[in-house]
């Protein structure tokens, strides 16, 4: 049966659809959705071809969107996404991931809650809130946020998560109890003897490569870094980038020693593509050299960034590639990042891509 790969994308005025059904040769662009609210996350189920939105802010509240027929038609719950009385009102939905038997999401102020009922109702796991480092959590720009999950491939108790800016923290008991996980990335606001702490880092986004959960890439906000043992451990990758300064990381589908990651041009001149050119960086060596991917991106005045959930890969053979950015184009590379076209533009600022290959 013919496929259709289809590319999901969060923005600050509701989700997107774009649709190929021809190879990815051409693409149908259809929303916006969710009521037009600010959408930080979209992912798909290939199980069952569902659709889940999460987001909102402090006037709408938290809720995940969901829709079974492609963006026909969307409900949305809030059912269970909240703190116990007298604690912060939480404000968005600002991360999503599916685990082998629920649904992850990650809020603001920074906590975890699934739902093992497809959205409809939420628990709140409340041994990462309880965490006794949770009183030092930091905010970064974007706020105390829980913005990236990690569960493990078939093992429902571990799940790793990024907080900004408290780092990695993962859990091997069904987040009963968590522990850092963030030795060997730095700080570089800290005192120079105090560089590398136990958890206070802020984490940008992380992602597990293909068929090796042990194996993990991040970048963070000082550094670009590769776990070999679940986040136990963590060494620098960065040599060869042009920058120690990025926000999003997408993993291959098959390869574990294939990452695509955006370095930026560093945090306090702009946050735009080094140079104003635009670029995706490639390894194939598990970060020990790096490739500029750059052909059919633009190559002067790109001064955009990308958010830490603007980029993702599909699971074809070969591989897409896709990221959006902060002035609303969404590319595409049907080669695995070789070359880029554009499939959307004009868009409200990107706040997350992520993909969904469906039958026909």
Not at 61 to 81: E, I, N
Not at 194 to 218: K, T
Not at 237 to 264: K, N, Q, W
């Amino acid at each position: 049966m013919a496929q259709k790969t289809l590319v999901l994308v969060g923005t600050k005025k509701g989700a997107f659809i774009a649709e190929s059904g021809d190879g990815r040769r051409s693409w149908r662009l259809s929303g916006p959705f969710c009521a037009a609210w600010p959408i930080h996350h979209v992912i798909g189920d290939p199980s069952t071809g569902a659709i889940y939105a999460g987001g909102g802010n402090e006037w709408f509240g938290p809720a995940v969107w969901k829709t079974t027929d492609r963006g026909v038609s969307w409900t949305h719950s809030s059912a269970g996404l909240a703190y116990a009385e007298g604690e912060t009102p939480i404000k968005a939905v600002w991360s999503l991931a599916r685990g082998v038997d629920r649904l992850h999401a990650g809020v603001e102020p920074a906590g975890l809650f699934e739902s093992t009922d497809h959205g409809e109702t939420w628990s709140h796991v409340t041994g990462l809130t309880n965490h006794p480092t949770r009183k030092d959590w930091q905010p970064g720009g974007g706020g105390l946020i829980l913005h990236s999950i990690v569960p493990h491939p078939t093992d429902n108790r571990q799940v790793w998560v990024g907080v900004s800016t408290g780092g990695v923290f993962h859990t091997a008991d069904g987040g009963a109890t968590w522990a850092p996980r963030n030795k060997g990335t730095r700080n570089d606001y800290m005192p120079e003897d105090q560089r590398y702490p136990e958890y206070g880092q802020c984490v940008h986004n992380f992602a597990m490569g293909a068929g090796r959960p042990e194996r993990l890439y991040q970048q963070n906000h000082c550094g670009m870094y590769r776990s070999d043992d679940g986040g136990l451990t963590w060494m620098s990758i960065e040599a060869g980038l042009p920058s120690t300064f990025g926000f999003p990381v997408a993993a291959h589908p098959r390869d574990a020693d294939t990452v695509y990651m955006v370095p930026l041009n560093g945090d306090v001149l702009g946050r735009y593509m080094p140079d104003a050119k635009c670029a995706v960086w490639r390894t194939r060596d598990g970060g020990n050299t790096w490739q500029a991917l750059r052909y059919g991106l633009p190559q002067q005045d790109a001064y955009f960034g990308v958010l830490r959930q603007a980029m993702a890969t599909d699971c074809n053979d070969p591989a897409g590639v896709y990221f959006g950015t902060s002035g609303g184009q969404l590319y595409a590379s049907a080669d695995e990042g070789e070359s880029w076209t554009t499939i959307a533009a004009h868009l409200p600022a990107i706040t997350s891509v992520e993909t969904l290959v469906v039958d026909g």
